[in-house]
């Protein structure tokens, strides 16, 4: 059985000096690779990579080979840990962050900032999810908002 979302946590810790850690660990997906190591879970990230030969949905060769398995390599993770500081003194005030996808810090630093919304309300508030697939329970879950939802069959 494969989760629908991946499985994360973040840990962030900051200091009065201006200095910040964000570290976003997770399994790749719920109980990882399902296998057990001296009481651990040990994580899933070698699906991230693409299968060699893969139709990546683009014509560029680089994108096509920017994460194909290849000894000593690491795959492309979307995780992202976040530190926002103001550029022009030292203020005390910071916003650090971290997700196991990149597109969820950005919508809620976006709001934050750009739009001035309170950080509690940015954090809660409804968000667009990026990604390749939109199941059959993402549908039934929106189908009766107040706006119009359908699906669009066709590759992206």
């Known amino acids: 059985y494969v989760m629908p979302e991946a499985a994360g946590t973040e840990i962030q810790v900051m200091d009065d000096d201006e200095l910040y850690v964000s570290l976003v660990f997770g399994l790749n997906s719920y109980f990882g690779a399902r296998v ?3 009481g651990f879970f040990l994580n899933n990230a070698m699906a991230n990579f693409f299968p060699a030969g893969s139709d990546t949905g683009s014509d560029s060769d680089a ?3 920017a994460n194909v398995m290849e000894p000593n390599k690491r795959p492309l993770s979307l995780g992202a840990p976040v530190v ?3 550029s022009s003194h030292m203020c005390k005030t910071r ?3 971290g997700s196991p ?3 969820i810090s950005a919508q809620v630093i976006a709001r934050y900032l750009a739009l001035g919304s309170p950080l509690a309300d940015s954090i809660h508030a409804p968000r667009l999810h990026l990604g390749a697939e939109f199941g ?3 549908y039934l879950m929106v189908r009766d908002l107040p706006w119009l939802v359908r699906p ?3 590759r992206w």
Do not use: C, I, Q
């Open 36 to 38: 057990e190591a001296e």
């Open 63 to 65: 994108v096509k080979n």
């Open 84 to 86: 926002v500081v103001s």
């Open 95 to 97: 916003l650090v962050a």
């Open 101 to 103: 996808k990149f597109d």
């Open 136 to 138: 059959t329970r993402d």
């Open 152 to 154: 669009v069959e066709g």
